[in-house]
């Protein structure tokens, strides 16, 4: 099936294949020299909780930022939570590591949140690089950024693919930030488009932490939770039940695989309400087969157990955290072709990809991974060694820390050419 890609997308895919085939372009390994000077980091995110998406990535970030022994601090916005999600992130910060301060980064709590945040950057000589994680949070350092602000470089993270408004391209050019990080090749696509000036994007991959997603991890678990025989097939999707994440395409896609395959059970993990979704799945003529596990901690285990993971967002996506996962443990993927999917899911090299918002396609794509487990299992495996490659915590750290010196110096020679 034919995709519109635009020449970018046609290009990096073609790096992706040949790297694949074993050759690894330059700079996109984990450095082996000697250490370098440590630099004082500070995170600044709009998050207000560590759940999913964006957030990981920004926790994960940190966290091997501060192993290799940088000096991290962070910053996320204060809200008012349930104590059980609070207590979630708390742990999940704790077992980073990782000291956050909680500002109020909107609503009443703007004022003395920004109070607080430009003292800490008037002490910016103790900063290297203040990296931000969306569009609001680049907002508030920018709000809180005093004339005569030492020279730490501020770094900006995109992670979805929307087109970009008139209000983020105006923070995005600010003459303040110094880089954009684009998490995929597509949302650097969206970012030219608006207008943003090639030169300060870079493509950096988000990463998957390969202790806890690796082919390794025994799912049976979960079907002995679930009561799924353990000869049924399981298709399951891993995204919370957000519109874009079209889970009624996946469950039209389902219903038709239930002709086919009726043995086979179809499994929903995420956060959101179930039941319009559950009463739509009834209406397909899904009952008993259909389960909606919600939100759950043991993801690792979750994608195991499956023997497709399937991807139906209809738009915005940078690049699916579920689809890396899947493929860092070599599990099967059948995914739709929006966002920075694309670039992971190689059709027919890595995985299978088929077109937004088309239940025929995904369930014939469904139906070929469980019909023909041998040729679906071996490109999963090649998935799961592009994601190492590509995805590594490693990889990752090195690019970015690899983009903040370059930017640093030439902050340096800026500030001595007009000294």
């Known amino acids: 099936m034919d995709f519109p890609f635009h020449a970018r997308q046609f290009t990096l895919q073609a790096h992706l294949v040949s790297t694949l085939q074993g050759s690894v372009g330059k700079g996109l390994t ?83 949140g920004l109070a607080r945040m430009r003292g800490r950057l008037a002490a910016g000589a103790r900063l290297d690089v203040v990296h931000v994680h969306r569009e609001r949070a680049l907002e508030f350092v920018l709000d809180a950024t005093v004339e005569g602000t030492p020279g730490f470089v501020l770094v900006v993270q995109r992670g979805n693919s929307n087109p970009l408004s008139s209000r983020h391209r105006k923070l995005l050019c600010d003459p303040r930030v110094d880089g954009i990080i684009a998490v995929a090749g597509e949302v650097r696509d969206r970012l030219l488009e608006g207008g943003v ?11 998957v932490d390969p202790e806890r997603f690796h082919p390794g991890v025994d799912g049976s678990g979960l079907r002995r939770e679930l009561g799924i025989p353990s000869d049924a097939p399981i298709v399951g999707i891993l995204a919370n039940l957000d519109a874009k994440k079209d889970h009624r395409t996946f469950l039209q896609a389902c219903a038709r695989v239930h002709r086919a395959r009726p043995e086979a059970r179809f499994v929903m993990v995420g956060r959101g309400d179930a039941q319009g979704l559950r009463t739509y799945g009834e209406e397909l003529g899904l009952g008993g087969e259909m389960v909606f596990a919600g939100y759950r901690e043991d993801v690792p285990e979750c994608l195991a157990a499956f023997d497709v993971s399937v991807n139906s967002s209809s738009r915005s996506e940078g690049l699916s955290g579920s689809i890396r996962e899947s493929l860092a443990m070599a599990r099967p993927v059948v995914c739709t072709g929006v966002g920075g999917n694309t670039e992971l899911v190689v059709d027919g090299r890595t995985g299978t990809l088929v077109e937004p918002e088309n239940p025929e396609a995904l369930a014939e794509g469904i139906l070929r991974a469980l019909d023909r487990p041998e040729e679906a299992e071996a490109m999963a495996r090649r998935g799961h060694d592009l994601v190492l490659k590509e995805m590594h915590p490693d990889v990752r750290q090195s690019r970015l820390e690899a983009l903040y010196r370059e930017l640093l110096s030439a902050r340096r020679r800026d500030l001595r050419s007009t000294s």
């Open 30 to 112: 984990a450095g082996k020299s000697g250490r370098m000077q440590s630099l004082r980091i500070l995170h600044v995110a709009s998050h207000d909780r560590i759940a999913s998406g964006g957030s990981i990535q920004f926790l994960r970030a940190a966290r091997e930022q501060r192993i290799r022994g940088h000096t991290v601090s962070c910053v996320m916005h204060r809200k008012c939570l349930p104590p059980w999600l609070d207590g979630r992130s708390r742990s999940r910060l704790s077992e980073a590591d990782l000291s956050v301060s909680r500002l109020g980064m909107r609503g009443v709590g703007r004022s003395v």
């Open 197 to 207: 000036p090639e030169e300060r994007i870079r493509v950096i991959y988000g990463s």
